[in-house]
């Protein structure tokens, strides 16, 4: 089995029909679950029964902090203030591979300043309707 690694794979913002990326990721976190609906009926002889509901499909992450750099923190900081829906792209850019293309909202932004450390934030994005998952 081929290994892969993570640093591969990058955040990207679609800005205008361009893929910038967010710049200075150390790590990311594609997650996927489903809303487990109870179904459970006196037929179930004591034991719960449960069926998938709605999906849910969420993106963290964690970077550093670069305030000078356009796609960075304060893009992300007025993406949520705005409550804007954004475009993004996760990808390690490797023809034959597979990336995932979605829309999301910025749920989340946290900035750490430690000291005499560097400044890190760490993102996650709420994922409306379904992404895709295509080969490059």
């Not at 009926?41 to 964690?62: F, H, Q």
């Not at 850019?93 to 300043?113: D, I, N, R």
């Amino acid at each position: 089995m081929a290994q892969q690694k993570g640093t591969e794979y990058l955040l990207k913002v679609n800005v205008s029909g361009t893929y910038q990326t967010i710049t200075h990721s150390t790590s990311h976190d594609w997650g996927a679950s489903s809303n487990m609906l109870d179904i459970t009926t006196k037929d179930s002889a004591g034991d719960k029964e449960v069926m998938p509901g709605l999906r849910e499909k969420t993106l963290s992450g964690e970077f550093q902090c670069d305030r000078d750099d356009t796609y960075n923190y304060d893009y992300l900081y007025a993406a949520h203030a705005a409550g804007t829906k954004l475009q993004f792209k996760l990808t390690d850019g490797v023809t034959g591979h597979k990336e995932w293309t979605f829309y999301a909202y910025v749920s989340s932004l946290s900035a750490a300043m430690p000291n005499e450390e560097v400044v890190t934030f760490s993102l996650e994005l709420g994922v409306t309707g379904a992404p895709t998952y295509t080969t490059i």
